[in-house]
T-cell receptor, first 116, second 112 residues
Framework: GAGVSQSPSNKVTEKGKDVELRCDPI?????LYWYRQSLGQGLEFLIY????????KSGLPSDRFSAERTGGSVSTLTIQRTQQEDSAVYLC??????????????FGSGTQLSVL | GDSVTQMEGPVTLSEEAFLTINCTYT??????LFWYVQYPGEGLQLLLK?????DKGSNKGFEATYRKETTSFHLEKGSVQVSDSAVYFC???????????FGRGTSLIVHP
C-alpha cells in the first residue's frame, strides 16, 4: 500500500483478555518500529525490527507484551492478560535502512486500545 | 541516555501570530534532529530535519536550526494558520542508532 496501515483502528477489550494489533509497513521498508502513545506521556519506544529479527526489544514493558514480524513485512503486537494501564494508542512506523543514520520514519494512524 | 524535552502545551495562538515551540535535547555524540507533526486523526509525519550543527531544516513555512552550543532545535513559523493546528514532536537519532527518541509532544491550537 501507499502508507503504513494499522488494524484495528480502535479496540475495546476487557481486563484479562488478550489482544493482537497488526501493522502493514510500506513495501520494501526493512525497519519496523512499535511505539506507545499515552496521554501526556509522548511516544514510548517498544520494539524495533530489522527484517524479521528484533535487535532491540528493550522497550517492551513486561513479559505480557510480545511482537513478531513475518516475511519481512507484516508485524503483530500481542498483549496478553490486558490491564487498564495498557490503554493507549499503539503506533507502528517503518523506514528504509540506508545506513546514513537519519532515516525518516513513516507512521500509521495507530490503534486506540481501551481496556475496561 | 538520550532524551528530548519540549515545552508544555497547549500553545494557543491567533491566526498570523508568530510561533515558537522550544525543544532541547541530551545525547551522546552528534545526533540528527527532527520535527514530526501529527494532525488530528492521522499518523505522525516528518516536518523537517537537520543532521549537523548550524543546519537549518525548513518546510511549509516552518524552520528549526540545530544549535549544538545550546543543545536546542526550536521550531518557528512566522505566521501560523488554522490548518497548522496539530501536535508537534521533537525527536533525535543518535549516531549508530536506528531508534529515534521522541519528546512528549506540544499541542498547537490556532484560532481564526
Amino acid at each position: 500500500g501507499a502508507g503504513v496501515s494499522q488494524s484495528p483502528s480502535n479496540k475495546v477489550t476487557e481486563k484479562g483478555k488478550d489482544v493482537e494489533l497488526r501493522c502493514d509497513p510500506i513495501s520494501g521498508h526493512t525497519a519496523l518500529y512499535w511505539y506507545r502513545q499515552s496521554l501526556g506521556q509522548g511516544l514510548e519506544f517498544l520494539i524495533y525490527f530489522q527484517g524479521n529479527s528484533a535487535p532491540d526489544k528493550s522497550g517492551l514493558p513486561s513479559d505480557r507484551f510480545s511482537a513478531e514480524r513475518t516475511g519481512g513485512s507484516v508485524s503483530t503486537l500481542t498483549i496478553q492478560r490486558t490491564q487498564q494501564e495498557d490503554s493507549a494508542v499503539y503506533l507502528c512506523a517503518s523506514s528504509q535502512t540506508t545506513g546514513e543514520g537519519n532515516e525518516k520514519l513513516f507512521f500509521g494512524s495507530g490503534t486506540q486500545l481501551s481496556v475496561l | 541516555g538520550d532524551s528530548v524535552t519540549q515545552m508544555e502545551g497547549p500553545v494557543t495562538l491567533s491566526e498570523e501570530a508568530f510561533l515558537t515551540i522550544n525543544c532541547t535535547y541530551t545525547a551522546t555524540g552528534y545526533p540528527s534532529l527532527f520535527w514530526y507533526v501529527q494532525y488530528p486523526g492521522e499518523g505522525l509525519q516528518l516536518l523537517l530535519k537537520a543532521t549537523k550543527a548550524d543546519d537549518k531544516g525548513s518546510n511549509k513555512g516552518f524552520e528549526a536550526t540545530y544549535r549544538k552550543e545550546t543543545t536546542s532545535f526550536h521550531l518557528e513559523k512566522g505566521s501560523v494558520q488554522v490548518s497548522d493546528s496539530a501536535v508537534y514532536f521533537c525527536a533525535l537519532l543518535s549516531g549508530g542508532s536506528y531508534i529515534p527518541t521522541f519528546g512528549r509532544g506540544t499541542s498547537l491550537i490556532v484560532h481564526p
